[in-house]
Structures are given as structure tokens and as C-alpha cells.
């Protein structure tokens, strides 16, 4: 079954304690994308990846890292989090390139991040 | 900056009646998606409009795209309680980027 696996689903942790959020897709779709999700404001993309070691930042970087080492995984780092992250997360994958921005983007389940 | 601006933000209504949630820019785009998201899921494409003036059906569903590609509408017709979500709109930039909407929370009760 094609689909975007994240994990976790869920998770409340401390301010400044390390944690990754892992992403994996098995279409073989290049572009991959992280957004946060908070009311009121849509979705916010944070960072974007179009191929394997190209990573770009999105409208709201600030605090976050991603890396791209395999085409099928994009993890989200949170180097020292803080509770102005506290938000739903969600990683997306699609066809997507440069010269085409009609691709169908695939979501994964959402993860709900709460920094106390 | 483009700016995709998405309106109601919210909408109840009764089941059976009909509504029309609207995405406007002043920009420009190649093309613009709408999606749907339920409750502790993804948002889930539902169609995606790339010609000026067109218009595309998903059973009660119906996608327009402006003539000037700067504005879309989906309208439902009859509504049912398997309606509920919440809805966006995103449209392909000038770098082919997505720019979303904020998003129509809409609710249809029986």
C-alpha cells in the first residue's frame, strides 16, 4: 500500500530535550516536505527536500533541521524544542519538481508534538 | 509574497442544504488543489484545476477555477453529514511551491 509513515503520533516531552520525528515513504516520489499545522493558520511548510542531499527552507525553519541522506526518508530534528513548537506536524511526499507544481502532494497522519 | 485567502473559516449548516467555500489571491497560479482532512488524518487531495475557467465534479462536488487563475471555488450540493472536514485549497506558486489556504472547517448536522 502506497502511503507516508510517520513517527510517532504522539508525543509530550520538556523544553530543550532533543527529538527527531521520522518520515518514510515507499512511492519512490522525489519531493518530500514537512509542514506544522496550527488553528486559524493552515498549513506552514517548515522545510522541503526536491532529491536526495537537496534540502530548502520553507516559510518557518526557524528551530527545525531536516536531512535527507535516503530518497524514501526525511526526519524532522528538533535540536532544542521549545513550547512555540507545540503543534501538529505533518511530512508529505509527490512527484513534484522544479518544472512542475501540479503533483498531488501524499500525507501522513499527522504527528501531535506538546513541549511543556 | 502570494497569499491564498480561504473563506468561510467556518461553516455549520444542516444536512441537505447547499454551500460554496471560496480561495482568493491577487497572484496568479499554474494550477490550485483542493483538499479534505478528517480528524487524526492527512489531508486527502481532492481534485486538482489547471485551465482558467474550468470546472470539475466529484459527485455533489463542484470545482471552479477563475478565469485568471487567481481564484477557485467549491461548492456542495446537498450536503451530508460525511461532508464534515475540514477543507483546503492550496495553489502551485511561481517557484511550484504550494501556497494553502487556512482552511474551511466545515460541519453538517443530521
Not at chain 1, 513548537?85 to 504527528?111: I, M, W
Amino acid at each position: 500500500e502506497a502511503q507516508v509513515t510517520q513517527n510517532p503520533r504522539y508525543l509530550i516531552t520538556v523544553t530543550g530535550k532533543k527529538l527527531t520525528v521520522t518520515c518514510s515513504q515507499n512511492m519512490n516520489h522525489e519531493y518530500m516536505s514537512w509542514y506544522r499545522q496550527d488553528p486559524g493558520l493552515g498549513l506552514r511548510q517548515i522545510y522541503y527536500s526536491m532529491n536526495v542531499e537537496v534540502t530548502d527552507k520553507g516559510d518557518v525553519p526557524e528551530g527545525y533541521k531536516v536531512s535527507r541522506k535516503e530518497k524514501r526518508n526525511f526526519p524532522l530534528i528538533l535540536e532544542s524544542p521549545s513550547p512555540n513548537q507545540t503543534s501538529l506536524y505533518f511530512c508529505a511526499s509527490s512527484f513534484q519538481s522544479r518544472g512542475d507544481g501540479n503533483q498531488p502532494q501524499h500525507f501522513g497522519d499527522g504527528t501531535r508534538l506538546s513541549i511543556l | 509574497t502570494q497569499l491564498l485567502e480561504q473563506s468561510p473559516q467556518f461553516l455549520s449548516i444542516q444536512e441537505g442544504e447547499n454551500l460554496t467555500v471560496y480561495c482568493n489571491s491577487s497572484s496568479v497560479f499554474s494550477s490550485l488543489q483542493w483538499y479534505r482532512q478528517e480528524p487524526g488524518e492527512g489531508p486527502v487531495l481532492l481534485v486538482t484545476v489547471v485551465t482558467g475557467g474550468e470546472v470539475k465534479k466529484l459527485k455533489r462536488l463542484t470545482f471552479q477555477f477563475g478565469d485568471a487563475r487567481k481564484d477557485s471555488s467549491l461548492h456542495i450540493t446537498a450536503a451530508q453529514p460525511g461532508d464534515t472536514g475540514l477543507y483546503l485549497c492550496a495553489g502551485a506558486g511561481s517557484n511550484y511551491q504550494l501556497i494553502w489556504g487556512a482552511g474551511t472547517k466545515l460541519i453538517i448536522k443530521p
